[in-house]
């Protein structure tokens, strides 16, 4: 995807998505991140290299109540020798209360990935969402994926992302999160 390609699609997805945090009433998000990939001194030359830098990914999150939300993410390599995929779905689960303007989880869940073979990873890890302004999030998150399943050549590693999350208003209410339940 060429530079103007990914900035169209990331002005469209600002542009027309009505967007507000994420509660039980706003209860999907979409999301563009970037990700770095890490692997061991020792796994790297196995898999051709210890760091795989990833651009752009994508998530899509629905907010299921107490506290968790189902998160699934897929993210590709583009410009590096190393042609690394991985689709994920994940149980996040919010540490403090949701209804914070920072928003801090712990997360497990599952991975397929596809670097020199398809395997399977466990993943756990955590992060955290920032919702900056009443449209727009800013979220990280760091997860170790244990390879569970898969061939010799397919390894655990440290999986990092960062991105801008937008959280889809399906009900037109238009409130900040830190103004409600006053």
Do not use: C
């Not at 583009?78 to 991985?86: A, E, N």
């Not at 997860?143 to 960062?162: E, N, V």
């Amino acid at each position: 995807m060429t530079k103007n390609k990914f900035f169209l699609l990331a002005f469209l997805l600002v542009s027309f998505a009505n967007v507000i945090a994420q509660d039980s009433s706003r209860s999907w998000s979409i999301g563009l991140n970037s990700s770095s990939v890490l692997y061991s001194e020792k796994d790297g030359p196995v898999v051709g290299g210890r760091y795989i830098g990833i651009i752009p990914g994508i998530s899509l999150s629905k907010y299921i109540g107490n506290k968790m939300t189902v998160s699934f993410g897929l993210a590709k390599s583009i410009q590096d020798t190393q042609k690394y995929v991985s689709a994920d779905a994940n149980l996040n689960y919010e540490l403090f209360n949701p209804e914070y303007k920072l928003r801090i989880y712990a997360l497990g869940g599952i991975s397929i990935v596809n670097l020199i073979e398809t395997g399977i990873t466990l993943n756990i890890g955590g992060g955290g969402t920032l919702w900056v302004t009443d449209r727009i999030g800013l979220n990280g998150q760091l997860m170790y994926k244990l390879s569970a399943l898969g061939g010799d050549f397919q390894r655990s590693h440290i999986f990092a992302t960062a991105g801008i999350v937008y959280s889809l208003n399906l009900n037109g209410s238009t409130s900040r999160i830190w103004e409600r339940n006053r």
